[in-house]
């Protein structure tokens, strides 16, 4: 199943904890690939006040419409949570989900996130 499909769950659930006062439900902007590029969708972000930082279809009318703006420079940080993805992808016990349970499969990918920070800290010393 396409995570698209799951997006509209997913933001309903979200809770972003913060310093002060009450958890944040929605984010100000969401960045997607073009298979995020569906009428539902937007309508959804746009309903909700958020953003949709969506490069449109090749095929879309929207594409070739002048005035469509799309931010280039913000759809650029969204390659950081890529890079994320695919690095923990590598680590072989989570890519292949070998970890049945969620408790310990997040407990591998907390593990993965220390080893990488150490790697990164102390790479270059001895």
């Known amino acids: 199943m396409h995570d698209s499909t799951r997006l509209e769950p997913v933001l309903t659930k979200v809770k972003v904890h913060q310093k002060q006062g009450r958890p944040k439900s ?5 960045a997607g ?9 937007r309508e959804f972000l746009e309903n909700r006040g ?3 930082i969506i490069p449109h279809k090749d095929n879309e009318k929207a594409r ?22 695919g690095w923990l992808k590598e680590c072989r016990r989570i890519g292949t989900r070998f970890e049945k349970l969620a408790i310990n499969f997040l407990a591998m990918v907390k593990l993965a996130m220390i080893k990488r920070t150490l790697r990164l800290l102390f790479s270059n010393r001895a």
């Open 50 to 52: 958020i953003d949709a």
């Open 64 to 85: 070739h419409d002048p005035e469509v703006t799309f931010d280039k420079e913000t759809y650029k940080r969204r390659s950081i949570v890529e890079q994320c993805i």
């Open 26 to 30: 929605r984010p100000k902007r969401l």
């Open 33 to 41: 690939d073009k298979a995020y590029s569906s009428g539902s969708i």
